[in-house]
């Protein structure tokens, strides 16, 4: 069974199974001064927030090509609009609860297997590795049965 744990200083959802972090959910609530990140150095995206007063000022940079080698495909999606339900699953297909995304949360799926319902019109911007590999990207599978769902341990 999956455990959720929220921090009580900020909206920062982790779902995690057998000791592996499935998911991350930044709730559109959080809020903080400066800067944190959320991920740890090994995971293949990032995911930082900040908070900077006016005038404060980001030196100008480029990136340098730095060698990565990534093993699986890790999507971080915002939700501009609207409402879903993501559904988590085990790296087995087991289904394990079901969360609510609103507008402005931002997910992080790290490990493990996942599914959405739309629950009204949706936008989502979604970032992830590329390029794109077409069906050697991910291995479809059947969703569980609706009346499986579990809204466990996260916000509704």
Same mark, same amino acid.
């Given at each position: 069974?999956? $455990?959720? @744990?929220?921090?009580?200083?900020?909206?920062? %959802?982790?779902?995690?199974?057998?000791?592996?972090?499935?998911? *991350?959910?930044?709730?559109?609530?959080?809020? +903080? @001064?400066?800067?944190?990140?959320?991920?740890? #150095? $090994?995971?293949?995206?990032?995911?930082?927030?900040?908070?900077?007063?006016?005038?404060?000022?980001?030196?100008?940079?480029?990136?340098?090509?730095?060698?990565?080698?990534?093993h699986y495909?890790?999507?971080?999606?915002f939700i !501009? $609009?609207?409402?879903?339900?993501? @559904?988590?699953? $085990? =790296? !087995?297909? &087991?289904?394990?609860e079901s969360?609510? *995304? %609103?507008?402005?949360?931002?997910?992080?799926?790290?490990? #493990?297997?996942?599914?959405? &319902?739309? *629950?009204?019109?949706?936008?989502? /911007? &979604?970032? +992830?590795?590329?390029?794109?590999?077409? =069906?050697? =990207? +991910?291995?479809?599978?059947?969703?569980?049965?609706? =009346?499986? /769902? +579990?809204?466990?341990?996260?916000? !509704?």
């Open positions: 069974m999956p $455990s959720t @744990d929220t921090p009580s200083h900020a909206l920062i %959802e982790r779902v995690q199974h057998e000791g592996r972090e499935l998911a *991350l959910v930044v709730r559109h609530s959080f809020r +903080k @001064d400066g800067i944190e990140f959320f991920t740890p #150095g $090994s995971y293949s995206q990032q995911i930082g927030y900040m908070n900077r007063p006016t005038g404060y000022v980001i030196e100008p940079h480029v990136h340098n090509p730095v060698p990565r080698e990534v495909t890790n999507e971080v999606l !501009r $609009s609207g409402r879903l339900r993501v @559904d988590f699953y $085990s =790296d !087995r297909k &087991e289904y394990l969360a609510i *995304l %609103e507008a402005g949360d931002l997910i992080l799926l790290a490990h #493990g297997g996942h599914g959405f &319902e739309m *629950l009204e019109p949706t936008e989502i /911007i &979604e970032v +992830k590795q590329g390029p794109y590999a077409g =069906d050697q =990207d +991910k291995t479809r599978f059947e969703p569980t049965l609706p =009346d499986r /769902i +579990k809204l466990k341990g996260m916000r !509704r």
